[in-house]
């Protein structure tokens, strides 16, 4: 089976400063792993992927991730948070021979504030 | 490009009604993935087709959920009779292949009284 552990509920953050939103994960293949935005009354905006390859991906909206094999971890970054970054992020995985339904977290608020 | 889109965008019913929910994925995505996020915990996946195939229904909860994709478009996920604990909202995505990211919809929250 699959999971994904998102350990903050809530992640504050003062602009400009930089943002961390963490994302741990299980799976017993090599994994696929996506970051995905919920802005306020929007569905999910897919942010960025890693697959393989170079283990920082960069997404959309300034946003980047590391993918780190030996604490099974796929952190979300980003170096300078905007107010406008205010939103709920879901961490996913699937297993990349496995069926192709992601297994998400529970989601981490981010919130940014002035 | 048009994204994926859902309707009805909300739907309040009774217990015991019928809701059918109706999903328009990507043009020329034939992977087409119902998902459902209840009482604010994490987004659980319920089937996945491709075209008018149903590839994975391993997260149906229970036969009052019944999904179709005729001729490989559109889908609708049907809830017949409805439970209080089906309350949610209610993803839609879509893909061009199993091993590209899904597009989401912006759901359909319901509401079961």
């Known amino acids: 089976a699959q999971s994904v552990a998102q350990p903050e509920d809530q992640v504050n953050v003062a602009e400009g400063n930089p943002l961390t939103v963490k994302c741990t994960y299980s799976?017993?293949?090599?994994?696929?792993l996506f970051w995905y935005v919920q802005y306020p009354n929007r569905g999910l905006q897919f942010l960025l992927k890693y697959i393989t390859g170079d283990n920082l991906v960069k997404g959309s909206y300034g946003f980047e991730a590391e993918f780190n094999k030996s604490q099974t971890s796929f952190h979300l970054k980003k170096p300078s948070a905007l107010v406008s970054d205010s939103a709920l992020y879901f961490c996913?995985?699937?297993?990349?021979?496995?069926?192709?339904?992601?297994?998400f977290g529970t989601g981490t608020r981010l919130q940014v504030t002035l | 490009e048009a994204g994926v889109t859902q309707f009805p965008s909300h739907s309040v019913i009774e217990k015991g009604q019928t809701v059918t929910l109706r999903c328009d994925p990507i043009s020329g995505h034939d992977n087409l993935y119902w998902y459902r996020r209840v009482m604010g915990k994490e987004i659980k996946f319920l089937l996945h087709?491709?075209?008018?195939?149903?590839?994975?229904e391993s997260g149906m909860p229970n036969n009052r959920f019944l999904a179709e994709r005729t001729g490989g478009t559109y889908s609708t996920l049907k809830v017949q009779p409805a439970e209080l604990e089906d309350s949610g909202v209610y993803f839609c995505?879509?893909?061009?292949?199993?091993?590209?990211?899904?597009?989401f919809g912006p759901g359909t929250r319901l509401t079961v009284t």
């Open positions: 087709f491709v075209k008018e195939s149903k590839q994975d």
């Open positions: 799976v017993s293949g090599n994994p696929y």
């Open positions: 995505a879509s893909s061009q292949g199993l091993h590209y990211e899904q597009y």
């Open positions: 996913a995985v699937r297993d990349m021979w496995g069926a192709s339904k992601l297994t």
